[in-house]
C-alpha cells in the first residue's frame, strides 16, 4: 500500500522582497504616468509620430506597472479554502496581459508608421527634441528604480523590460529630432518608430511565451525527469526506481514537484523519504515536493 509525504519550504525573504518591489513599481508608476501625459501633449502639439508612439508604450507601461502592482499585492495574499496553492500566480497572469498589450501596441505603430510615410506630417523638432529629452530622464529614473529590485519573478521583470523599451523609444526620438533638424527629412521619425515597435514585439513575444509556459504547468527550463529519476536512484539508498515525475511551475522562483518512489525491500520508509526532500531541494531548488512511497510500481508504470 502506498503513502504520501508532504514536505514544504516556505521563507520569508520572499515576502520581504514583494514588499520592496511593489514599493519600486509604484515609484515606477508615478514617474512613467506622470510623463506620459507631457508626451501626449508634446506628441500632438509637434506632430511626432515618435513621441506619440513612445506615448503609447508608456501609457502601456503605465497599465502594465499599475498590473503589477496589484499583482504583487494579489500575490501577498495567504493561501485558503479556494486557492489552496496561493495566490502566487497573479504575477505570471499580470505578465501574460502585458505581453499581450506590447504585441497590440507594436502592431498599431507599425501601421501608423505606414501611414506617415505616404503621407508625412509637419513635425516640429525642435519640441520633439525637448520632450523626448525629458522622458529619457524620466525613463532612466525609472529604469534605475526597477534595476534594483529583484528581478527572479517574472512580473517584475516584465515590468522592467516595459520600461527598458520606453527608455529605448525615447533615445530614438531625440535621433529622429536631431535628425529633422539638420536635414528636415521627416521619414526618419516613422522609420525609427518602426525600430521602437520591433523592439515592443521581441520583449512581448518573449513575455508571453514565458508566462504562457507557466500558466500552462510547463518544466522549469532544462529540467530532465530521466536524469532525475536515474540520479535519485542511485544517490538515495533505499530507493530503486522512481517514476511519475512531474515538476511545474507555480512562479518561475516557486517551484512545485511530485513522483512516486518504488522503495528497496527493508528500506526505512520515512528515513527514505526524509532524504529524497532533501536530495531534490537541494538540486532543483523545489519549494514544495510530494512524495508517493510504493514497495512495488504502481499499475500503468513500464
Given at each position: 500500500?502506498?503513502?504520501?509525504?508532504?514536505?514544504?519550504?516556505?521563507?520569508?525573504?520572499?515576502?520581504?522582497?514583494?514588499?520592496?518591489?511593489?514599493?519600486?513599481?509604484?515609484?515606477?508608476?508615478?514617474?512613467?504616468?506622470?510623463?506620459?501625459?507631457?508626451?501626449?501633449?508634446?506628441?500632438?502639439?509637434?506632430?511626432?509620430?515618435?513621441?506619440?508612439?513612445?506615448?503609447?508604450?508608456?501609457?502601456?507601461?503605465?497599465?502594465?506597472?499599475?498590473?503589477?502592482?496589484?499583482?504583487?499585492?494579489?500575490?501577498?495574499?495567504?493561501?485558503?479554502?479556494?486557492?489552496?496553492?496561493?495566490?502566487?500566480?497573479?504575477?505570471?497572469?499580470?505578465?501574460?496581459?502585458?505581453?499581450?498589450?506590447?504585441?497590440?501596441?507594436?502592431?498599431?505603430?507599425?501601421?501608423?508608421?505606414?501611414?506617415?510615410?505616404?503621407?508625412?506630417?509637419?513635425?516640429?523638432?525642435?519640441?520633439?527634441?525637448?520632450?523626448?529629452?525629458?522622458?529619457?530622464?524620466?525613463?532612466?529614473?525609472?529604469?534605475?528604480?526597477?534595476?534594483?529590485?529583484?528581478?527572479?519573478?517574472?512580473?517584475?521583470?516584465?515590468?522592467?523590460?516595459?520600461?527598458?523599451?520606453?527608455?529605448?523609444?525615447?533615445?530614438?526620438?531625440?535621433?529622429?529630432?536631431?535628425?529633422?533638424?539638420?536635414?528636415?527629412?521627416?521619414?526618419?521619425?516613422?522609420?525609427l518608430s518602426v525600430v521602437v515597435?520591433?523592439?515592443?514585439?521581441?520583449?512581448?513575444?518573449?513575455?508571453?511565451?514565458?508566462?504562457?509556459?507557466?500558466?500552462?504547468?510547463?518544466?522549469?527550463?532544462?529540467?530532465?525527469?530521466?536524469?532525475?529519476?536515474?540520479?535519485?536512484?542511485?544517490?538515495?539508498?533505499?530507493?530503486?526506481?522512481?517514476?511519475?515525475?512531474?515538476?511545474?511551475?507555480?512562479?518561475?522562483?516557486?517551484?512545485?514537484?511530485?513522483?512516486?518512489?518504488?522503495?528497496?525491500?527493508?528500506?526505512?520508509?520515512?528515513?527514505?523519504?526524509?532524504?529524497?526532500?532533501?536530495?531534490?531541494?537541494q538540486r532543483y531548488q523545489v519549494?514544495?515536493?510530494?512524495?508517493?512511497?510504493?514497495?512495488?510500481?504502481?499499475?500503468?508504470?513500464?
Open positions: 500500500m502506498s503513502t504520501h509525504h508532504h514536505d514544504h519550504d516556505h521563507s520569508h525573504h520572499h515576502a520581504h522582497d514583494a514588499h520592496g518591489s511593489a514599493a519600486r513599481l509604484k515609484v515606477a508608476l508615478a514617474l512613467t504616468a506622470g510623463f506620459m501625459v507631457v508626451e501626449v501633449v508634446g506628441g500632438l502639439w509637434s506632430g511626432s509620430l515618435a513621441l506619440l508612439a513612445d506615448a503609447g508604450h508608456m501609457l502601456t507601461d503605465a497599465g502594465a506597472l499599475a498590473l503589477a502592482v496589484w499583482a504583487q499585492v494579489q500575490a501577498a495574499r495567504p493561501a485558503d479554502a479556494r486557492r489552496s496553492y496561493g495566490y502566487h500566480r497573479a504575477q505570471v497572469l499580470a505578465a501574460f496581459v502585458n505581453g499581450l498589450a506590447l504585441l497590440l501596441i507594436a502592431a498599431w505603430i507599425t501601421i501608423e508608421a505606414a501611414q506617415r510615410l505616404l503621407a508625412p506630417p509637419q513635425i516640429q523638432g525642435g519640441l520633439m527634441l525637448g520632450v523626448a529629452c525629458a522622458g529619457l530622464a524620466v525613463n532612466i529614473a525609472a529604469f534605475f528604480v526597477l534595476q534594483g529590485g529583484h528581478h527572479h519573478d517574472l512580473n517584475v521583470r516584465a515590468a522592467f523590460l516595459h520600461v527598458l523599451g520606453d527608455l529605448l523609444g525615447s533615445a530614438a526620438a531625440i535621433v529622429a529630432a536631431g535628425v529633422i533638424l539638420l536635414t528636415n527629412w521627416t521619414p526618419v521619425d516613422p522609420l515597435a520591433l523592439l515592443i514585439l521581441r520583449t512581448a513575444w518573449r513575455l508571453v511565451r514565458e508566462s504562457a509556459h507557466v500558466l500552462l504547468e510547463g518544466s522549469p527550463e532544462g529540467f530532465d525527469a530521466a536524469a532525475l529519476a536515474s540520479g535519485l536512484s542511485a544517490d538515495v539508498a533505499g530507493v530503486s526506481d522512481v517514476h511519475h515525475v512531474h515538476h511545474w511551475m507555480l512562479t518561475p522562483d516557486r517551484k512545485v514537484m511530485t513522483l512516486h518512489a518504488v522503495l528497496a525491500p527493508g528500506a526505512d520508509e520515512d528515513a527514505v523519504i526524509r532524504e529524497i526532500n532533501v536530495w531534490v531541494k519549494g514544495h515536493v510530494t512524495v508517493q512511497a510504493e514497495r512495488h510500481a504502481c499499475t500503468g508504470h513500464s
